[in-house]
């Protein structure tokens, strides 16, 4: 599937940079996100901050040209 493709080329490109811990979440491309579920990922999002506490965190940005990526930005 094109998901699938998708999360071998970014398995492949993080290898590239030395990482190899990586979890999809599996949410559908191009879904149209209600409060309830922007909550449950903030909530989601604080769990894997708290269990793994990186040093640094790289978030989606407004201009990114995939409309998923811009979506989570807001």
Do not use: K, M
Not at 44 to 51: D, I, M, N
């Amino acid at each position: 599937s094109y998901a699938e493709l998708r999360r071998c080329e970014s398995r492949a490109g993080l290898a590239e940079l030395g990482v190899h811990d990586v979890d999809f979440w599996g949410y559908p491309d191009s879904y149209e996100l209600t409060q309830s579920d922007i909550d449950l990922v903030a909530q989601r999002v604080g769990e894997e901050l708290e269990r793994h506490r990186p040093d640094v965190v790289y978030c989606p940005w407004e201009g990114e040209g995939n409309t998923d990526h811009r979506a989570l930005y807001v």
